[in-house]
């Protein structure tokens, strides 16, 4: 069963903490990303990547670091730094192909993030 | 940096009526728009992407694209209160494959 998996569902991080968002996908997709969602906002690029050992800055990357060992796994972390967490993570991956026009990003279910 | 706006709604319609989403784009290159359906809690799934000019349907979908006045539209016919939900439209940022940029999204409520 093809997809997108994100663990865990909720998780809830005190101040000061580090936490790591796992994201895996089996679609064989090369570019992966992760995304940023506060009540009422559409989606905010955080990082992403379409190759191994490689990633990319989206517009709200500080305080946020992520690594692609495997081109299956896009884990993020949320570290001290990021100073206003709280929010709904997703993933989502894409093939890289032929067609210049064509870009469908398939979502994991989310990670809802709360610091306490 | 490209732009995506949408009205944020809520966009109330009853049932069996056409809902009308409309989305305008910031970048006249942008070659390919996407719109996702996000219910309640839940992540975004596609429901249309549409490249040329014109019309593009899809079951009871209809997306509609005018790059000379840069707006997509999405038509949903005969609605139903499944439909309830936020849809958001996205262009890439730059063409192949990008990132999206999203818009805010439009809550739509469709009243039986």
């Known amino acids: 069963d093809g997809g997108i998996t994100q663990s865990p569902k909720y998780l809830f991080r005190k101040e000061g903490q580090n936490v790591t968002l796992s994201c895996e996908q089996n679609?064989?997709?090369?570019?992966m990303y992760w995304y940023r969602q506060d009540p009422g906002q559409g989606l905010r690029l955080i990082y992403y990547s379409q190759i191994v050992n490689d990633f990319q800055k989206g517009d709200i990357a500080e305080g946020y670091s992520v690594s692609r060992e495997k081109k299956e796994s896009f884990p993020l972390t949320v570290t001290s730094a990021q100073k206003n967490p709280t929010a709904f993570y997703l993933c989502?991956?894409?093939?890289?192909?032929?067609?210049?026009?064509?870009?469908?990003?398939?979502f994991g279910p989310g990670t809802r993030l709360t610091v306490l | 940096q490209k732009e995506v706006e949408q009205n944020s709604g809520p966009l109330s319609v009853p049932e069996g009526a056409i809902a009308s989403l409309n989305c305008t784009y910031s970048d006249r290159g942008s070659q390919s728009f996407f719109w996702y359906r996000q219910y309640s809690g839940k992540s975004p799934e596609l429901i249309m992407f549409i490249y040329s000019n014109g019309d593009k349907e899809d079951g009871r979908f209809t997306a509609q694209l005018n790059k000379a006045s840069q707006y997509v539209s999405l038509l949903i016919r005969d609605s139903q209160p499944s439909d309830s939900a936020t849809y958001l439209c996205a262009v890439p940022t730059h063409s192949g494959n990008t990132p999206l940029v999203f818009g805010k999204g439009t809550r739509l409520s469709v009243i039986a």
């Open positions: 679609l064989n997709h090369d570019a």
């Open positions: 989502a991956s894409s093939i890289i192909g032929l067609s210049r026009a064509y870009n469908e990003q398939f």
